[in-house]
């Protein structure tokens, strides 16, 4: 069945740094989905990607899908202490076969201030 | 103000019991998803819904039941079979299976 990964797990970075977060799906999905959830809350959802290639921006966010739609990946600049929180990706696969959204396993970014 | 709204915020059980917990939404969504979250982990899909009165089984639908008898509604029942229920259980909808999910505020489950 599809899967989808996604790499670190845990990212501690200081704050002011660079974060990425990359997710990797098995099939072809029709779109990319990225969502936060801060600690102690619930998912959120932050911005869905279609076109192949395609790049979207949020502020200090950078949203990438890639040429085969296969591969998606989040990129923080300057990371501040409100970027902390787990950030999933979800994809759907192009396959009819395939009737849901496929979250990845997350990865956890803390910020030290 | 729309949204989807899950009760209780924590449901204590005891060994042996079956507890409901609660996912209403006004969002007009046709579809529904039931995931459990425990501490550090992903999210795992129970059961999901996309039309009134079907459902089917996630990736760890065993010791769970649900019903979907109104479009708002879609209840989730942790039965006595389900061993280690203690975990965050998330309720999530939305207007078709590509589109973005909404979710709940969770509801956390403990045993006692």
């Known amino acids: 069945g599809q899967q989808v990964m996604q790499i670190p797990q845990y990212q501690h970075v200081q704050e002011g740094e660079d974060f990425t977060t990359y997710c990797n799906s098995s099939?072809?999905?029709?779109?990319i989905q990225w969502y936060k959830q801060r600690p102690g809350g619930h998912p959120v959802f932050l911005i869905q990607?279609?076109?192949?290639?395609e790049v979207k921006k949020q502020k200090r966010l950078t949203f990438q899908f890639g040429e085969a739609k296969k591969n998606s990946s989040l990129h923080i600049t300057a990371t501040q202490t409100t970027d902390v929180g787990t950030y999933f990706c979800?994809?759907?696969?192009?396959?009819?076969?395939?009737?849901?959204?496929?979250f990845g396993p997350g990865t956890s970014l803390s910020v030290i201030p | 103000d729309g949204g989807i709204t899950q009760s209780p915020k924590y449901l204590f059980r005891k060994e042996g019991q079956n507890v409901t917990l609660s996912c209403e939404q006004n969002?007009?969504?046709?579809?529904m998803y039931w995931y459990r979250q425990d501490p550090g982990q992903g999210l795992r899909l129970i059961y999901y819904?996309?039309?009134?009165?079907?459902?089917q089984k996630g990736d760890i639908a065993e010791g769970y039941s649900v019903s979907r008898e109104k479009k708002e509604s879609f209840p989730l029942t942790v039965t006595s079979a389900q061993k280690n229920p203690t975990a965050f259980y998330l309720c999530a909808s939305n207007s078709g299976v590509r589109e973005t999910q909404y979710f709940g505020p969770g509801t956390r489950l403990l045993v006692l």
């Open positions: 819904s996309q039309i009134v009165n079907d459902f």
């Open positions: 990607l279609v076109k192949s290639g």
């Open positions: 969002l007009n969504h046709d579809a």
């Open positions: 979800a994809g759907a696969s192009v396959k009819t076969s395939y009737d849901k959204v496929i």
């Open positions: 099939t072809t999905l029709s779109n």
